[in-house]
């Protein structure tokens, strides 16, 4: 009896064979991109289309859109197309952050979002027409975003924030070719706060995350290193969080 009842349940949502006979909800999938430029930790935003039916007409909002199940074998794949529709690269890195729905984030019906965050480094291709780079001040970003994209976007930001702590995660924003200093300023960017030089130094060599090419960085000072992400390499994870210098 329990297993009939069971399959009368499942029945409800099937017409025909094959076929579905109930509504289904509007999938999407948005992307948090960050990258540093001008000393900055940076968001990329879109300016929304202004055409009729269009909610929140020229709005910011992160990137993304629908699903497209021709295209995209699962949501990782949608997401990594929708960071190269908008800035013309593959992100080195890619997580999955979450996922927002309810029958009111859209006016357009029943809605459900799965968010990811990507970061890449400054020297990304080219953008699409209706993006660019918003700075963030504080953690923040003061400009108001079109759905629930403003509570996305500040949960991207905590976690990116709170894993800076204890893993590599910078080293994916960082260019081909950069110097220890370089690395030691990005994270000090994203935690905004100083990191202890001597400690930052000894940390990163010891975690193998990074190797020297043979090249030197000239400049008005003695020369510097110049190192590149370990090829392949996964992230690190450290131990212990960064303690701010005593």
């Known amino acids: 009896m329990a297993g009939e009842a069971l399959g009368k349940d499942l029945g409800k949502g099937l017409g025909k064979p094959g076929q579905l006979d109930f509504p289904r909800p509007l999938t999407t999938v948005d992307v948090a991109i960050f990258t540093i430029r001008d000393d900055r930790l940076q968001v990329l935003l879109v300016r929304r289309p202004a055409g009729e039916g269009e909610p929140f007409p ?49 006016p357009r019906g029943w809605s459900a979002t799965h968010a990811y965050f990507a970061l890449i480094p400054e020297e990304a291709g080219e953008l699409s027409a209706d993006a660019r780079w918003f700075p963030l001040s ?52 994203v935690l905004d706060r100083p990191l202890e030089k001597s400690a930052f130094r000894t940390r990163i060599l010891s975690a193998d995350m990074i190797e020297p090419v043979a090249r030197m960085r000239r400049g008005p000072n003695r020369p510097a290193q110049l190192y590149r992400l370990t090829k392949g390499r996964e992230p690190v994870y450290f131990v212990r969080t960064f303690n701010p210098p005593e």
């Not at 929708?82 to 890195?93: A, D, H, I, M």
């Not at 400009?143 to 930001?157: M, N, P, Q, V």
């Open 58 to 106: 020229e709005s910011l909002a992160l990137p993304g859109g629908f699903v497209d199940v021709a295209k995209d074998r699962d949501l990782a794949a949608c997401a990594a197309r929708k960071l190269k529709e908008k800035t013309g690269v593959t992100s080195p890195y890619l997580e999955q952050l979450g996922s927002w729905g309810s029958a009111t984030r859209d």
């Open 138 to 189: 504080g953690g923040r970003l003061k400009e108001k975003l079109a759905f629930d994209h403003g509570e996305i976007l500040s949960t991207a930001i905590q976690r990116l924030r709170n894993k800076v702590e204890y893993t590599s995660l910078p080293a994916y924003l960082m260019p081909a070719e950069f110097t220890l200093p370089d690395l030691q300023r990005v994270y000090e960017i």
